[in-house]
């Protein structure tokens, strides 16, 4: 399988949108599951966002809710991630995720969870 290529971080003002891709060639992310984690200085590494292999489970960490959107592209190998009204605390290195093992139908929220990484792609939200 090929890696993961996160792109679309940036540094932006409180209530800009940033819109996060996440390339994984060779068809890997077709009927598997994704996530995106953040780590922000100072925390461990936390998830933002994950979708079930089908796409029919989606979670949201609490404090994205309604800001952000976890989707995927088949047909380009992708997977994104749509921040909007963006606040300070959003900042920090955000990293794609994919879990191999197609177990279960459910949005996985552990870190564990998940095989394969990116390298990350930093958001920056300035007040």
């Known amino acids: 399988q090929g890696q993961l290529v996160e792109s679309g971080g940036g540094s932006v003002q409180t209530g800009d949108s940033l819109t996060l891709s996440c390339v994984a060639p060779?068809?890997?992310?077709?009927?598997?599951?994704m996530a995106w984690f953040r780590h922000s200085p100072g925390e461990e590494r936390e998830i933002v966002a994950s979708?079930?292999?089908?796409?029919?489970?989606?979670y949201y960490t609490d404090s994205v809710k309604g800001r952000f959107t976890i989707s995927r592209d088949t047909s380009k190998d992708a997977v994104y991630l749509e921040m909007s009204e963006l606040k300070p605390e959003d900042t920090g290195m955000y990293y794609c995720?994919?879990?191999?093992?197609?177990?279960?139908?459910?949005?996985?929220?552990?870190?564990?969870?998940?095989?394969?990484w990116g390298q990350g792609t930093q958001v920056t939200v300035s007040s």
């Open positions: 060779g068809r890997i992310v077709n009927l598997r599951a």
């Open positions: 995720a994919i879990r191999l093992v197609s177990d279960y139908d459910v949005a996985p929220r552990r870190r564990y969870e998940f095989e394969v």
């Open positions: 979708i079930s292999p089908s796409g029919g489970d989606v």
